[in-house]
């Protein structure tokens, strides 16, 4: 574009001059010949303009590709520290999701046509393999596998919480990390909806949720750090303290067992110092 200017103002000079030219000298054309002169300064500050605009172009393109090229660098910056940090203490790779929500018509228990948000979650990633196996095949695989204990604990997390604990126990087991303990707390331990619905706190599965968020904690979870599930309707019960205390010693020793017999590793005998 800058040598399409160049070329344009060289002919707007090339055409002033011309005119200066063809009326210098010729009486007959006297008026013609004083008003040539004068258009060439005019002619030659619109020149000036279009090359100061030119020079203006040229040094703002340079500054925003400048800035923008920093926010590229400063972006996949902070892209690798939360791949790193992510690395720290999750199984599964690094895949942020966002939720996307938008409305359906469907027929409710009374034959009505309702209008309803489904959700799902979209991911910015093709998700882990083991997402589309059956659960008889994730189980065959979570003896050793860590990525695999934490799939099927997903899986169950609803139709058999019970399972589902144990699985994501497996995982940080075999894997040394603390995000599937931390996940078990509020995936098939969630016993909130439960209390919506019938006013009662699952004392079992209580009890069972603060010992699994000690234990995270004592992993290091950042996220269990700053996690309170003391919610204000356990504070309407009476919670044993020493029961709480007993399950997460229990749970820490079968962890580091199970890391021992199948892996060989020792990590999670030095972070809790058994």
Not at 36 to 47: D, F, G, H, L, Y
Not at 64 to 80: G, N, Y
Not at 90 to 107: F, W
Request: negative net charge; hydrophobic residues 40%.
């Amino acid at each position: 574009m800058n040598q399409y200017f160049k070329y344009a103002l060289t002919v707007v000079v090339t055409a002033a001059a011309m005119v200066a030219y063809q009326y210098e000298g010729k009486p007959e054309q006297a008026g013609l010949a004083q008003q040539a002169p004068t258009q060439v300064p005019e002619i030659k500050n619109e020149i000036a303009q279009v090359e100061q605009a030119i020079t203006e172009e040229r040094f703002t393109s340079a500054e925003m590709r400048a800035i923008q090229k920093a926010e590229r660098i400063a972006r996949d910056r902070r892209l690798q520290k939360e791949i790193v940090e992510h690395g720290k203490w999750a199984v599964q790779p690094y895949n942020p999701y966002r939720t996307v929500c938008d409305p359906h018509e469907v027929v409710d228990e009374n034959n009505d046509l309702v209008s309803t948000l489904i959700c799902e979650d979209v991911y910015d990633h093709e998700r882990h393999e083991y997402y589309s196996f059956s659960n008889e095949a994730l189980e065959q695989l979570a003896y050793s596998d860590a990525m695999a204990a934490q799939v099927l604990g997903e899986n169950l997390a609803k139709t058999d919480p019970e399972k589902s604990v144990s699985m994501f126990i497996r995982a940080a087991s075999l894997s040394g990390k603390s995000a599937p303990i931390f996940w078990a707390t509020d995936g098939p331990l969630n016993w909130y909806p439960h209390f919506v619905k019938t006013g009662e706190v699952p004392l079992n599965a209580a009890h069972l949720q603060l010992a699994l968020l000690e234990v995270a904690k004592r992993m290091g979870d950042p996220f269990a750090q700053i996690s309170s599930l003391r919610h204000s309707a356990l504070d309407e019960i009476e919670l044993d303290e020493n029961l709480i205390k007993t399950i997460e010693e229990s749970i820490i020793r079968t962890m580091v067992q199970t890391q021992l017999d199948v892996t060989g590793d020792s990590s999670l005998k030095e972070v809790f110092d058994v």
